[in-house]
């Protein structure tokens, strides 16, 4: 069964700090790969999401997401963060194949940025 | 277009007593499924189903039935609820895999305690 590990569980930035979180998943075939956030108070909403084609793969408030193969990460990245990122974050693995409909979570990492 | 539409958003139950969470997706979505998120345990899947009178266990699937009788509606009942199912649960929806990848669209949450 696939796994997803976030390796950081609460980061903490200053605005205008860049980021990088941590997302490790654990399958040996063909995967989806996403991103959703998750706001204090509200539901999970996609940020984005690989597929196949370009590893790079750019989402919506300027986030980004690198799927590197050989190290089966898809690390969450953005340049410059701001006060209204603070929220949680998943990194989540759908795998083609048997298990085509199981969305697979993280456990989440909470950003908080301080202004 | 209302998307995911969960009821209720909050509910108190007393161990032992059953009720049902009701899930409903107007997108014509062949594919959804109930999460139940806890602090530091990320979303965990409870069941899905990948179409009308198709359901199956998830990673969590124990004191929860599920049935799906319309393509719309999918409800989640707690036959006798436990002081450890009090969590968020989450209802998504999806197209089926077809090959493409789709993001899940999420519903808004329900607040379940058990006393």
């Known amino acids: 069964a696939q796994s997803v590990s976030q390796h950081n569980h609460h980061v903490i930035l200053s605005e205008a700090a860049s980021l990088e979180l941590g997302c490790n998943y654990s399958?040996?075939?063909?995967?989806?790969l996403f991103w959703y956030v998750q706001y204090p108070g509200q539901h999970l909403q996609l940020l984005l999401k690989?597929?196949?084609?370009?590893?790079l793969v750019k989402g919506i408030k300027g986030f980004e997401a690198e799927f590197i193969k050989s190290k089966f990460s898809f690390n969450l990245r953005k340049p410059s963060v701001q006060w209204s990122d603070t929220a949680e974050y998943f990194c989540?693995?759908?795998?083609?194949?048997?298990?085509?409909?199981?969305?697979?979570f993280g456990k989440g990492t909470l950003l908080t940025v301080n202004p | 277009n209302a998307g995911v539409t969960q009821t209720p958003k909050f509910q108190v139950l007393k161990t032992g007593q059953s009720m049902t969470l009701q899930c409903a997706q107007d997108?014509?979505?062949?594919?959804m499924s109930w999460y139940r998120q806890d602090p530091g345990m990320g979303l965990r899947l409870i069941h899905y189903?990948?179409?009308?009178?198709?359901?199956d266990q998830g990673e969590v699937p124990n004191g929860y039935n599920v049935s799906r009788s319309t393509t719309e509606d999918f409800p989640l009942r707690l036959l006798s609820a436990a002081p450890s199912q009090t969590s968020v649960y989450f209802c998504?929806?999806?197209?089926?895999?077809?090959?493409?990848?789709?993001?899940?669209?999420f519903g808004s949450g329900t607040r379940l305690t058990v006393v």
């Open positions: 998504a929806s999806s197209y089926s895999n077809t090959g493409r990848s789709y993001g899940y669209t």
């Open positions: 399958y040996g075939g063909t995967v989806n």
């Open positions: 690989y597929f196949s084609g370009d590893p």
């Open positions: 989540a693995v759908k795998t083609r194949g048997g298990s085509n409909y199981k969305l697979t």
């Open positions: 997108m014509n979505h062949e594919y």
């Open positions: 189903s990948v179409g009308a009178g198709i359901t």
